[in-house]
């Protein structure tokens, strides 16, 4: 595991700006959401990315405030983050993904025998009203999925607020648990909770054995790729 860069500096930021960071995502989803239905598109296109708007609006608060907390408070995204690309780390996050497919589909399994059922997703829920509305919608969310998403979620929970466990003396199990809890729960998707909850671990490993929140990015995205090329060709 690589050594945090200059270990002994402790940014200002903390879980005030985790807490901070998801208010502020719900806030903006709930007024996008008020306001696409009181003064939103007729049209079916207008409609469709409408749906896809309403996907965006809330990183404004995802990724926003994170990216103004290391500016303000801290030396950076880059550094307090730790948003690193080296080869390794674009490997490790690959084979992550691929674990995390793997962990995911299994658990998927589990549920859907349980529950008798089989379930979908948020994300397909808007794609099914898109897919015959507007081609180029579709394209656009299936891009929100594969490069978006990942960017975005792991600023907020393998950046932001998994550097806060650290900061406030987490033990490293600890903070990738912690973390891909409140990932999983903030895509408000109960049945689907466990399968997210086995994927964030997952991408949670990756960004304590190598330190970089570019790994858990780059396994969120070989996560997040199936299910992109499957909307992109609906």
């Known amino acids: 595991m690589s050594a945090p860069a200059d270990a002994d500096r402790r940014p200002g930021w903390g879980f005030g700006d985790v807490g901070v960071t998801l208010l ?45 907390a290391a ?16 080869r390794p780390d674009v490997g490790w996050g690959v084979l992550g993904g691929l674990a995390a ?16 059922a089989p379930f979908g997703s948020a994300v397909g829920d808007v794609a099914a009203e898109t897919t015959s509305a507007s ?8 891009l929100t999925a594969v490069v978006g998403a990942p960017v975005v979620e792991e600023l907020a ?43 964030g671990l997952v991408i949670g490993v990756v960004r304590w054995r190598t330190g970089s929140t570019g790994a858990a990015m780059v396994a969120h995205l070989t996560v997040n790729l199936p ?6 060709t609906m």
């Open 135 to 142: 081609r180029g919608a579709l394209v656009a969310l299936a």
């Open 101 to 116: 497919l793997v962990a995911g589909a299994l658990v998927a399994a589990v549920v859907t025998a349980l529950r008798g």
């Open 24 to 68: 502020l995502a719900l806030l903006l989803a709930s007024v996008a959401a008020a306001l696409a239905t009181a003064v939103g598109p007729q049209s079916a296109t207008g409609k469709a990315w409408a749906s896809v708007v309403l996907v965006v609006v809330p990183w404004l608060g995802l990724a926003g405030w994170p990216l103004w």
């Open 71 to 86: 500016w303000h408070k801290g030396d950076g995204p880059v550094s307090d983050y730790r948003l690193r690309f080296t």
């Open 157 to 199: 929970f393998r950046g932001l607020f998994y550097g806060a466990l650290e900061k406030f003396g987490q033990p490293a199990l600890w903070c990738v648990v912690w973390s891909s809890v409140a990932f999983a729960g903030f895509h408000f998707e109960l049945v689907r909770f466990p399968v997210l909850l086995a994927i």
């Open 227 to 232: 299910a992109a090329v499957a909307l992109a």
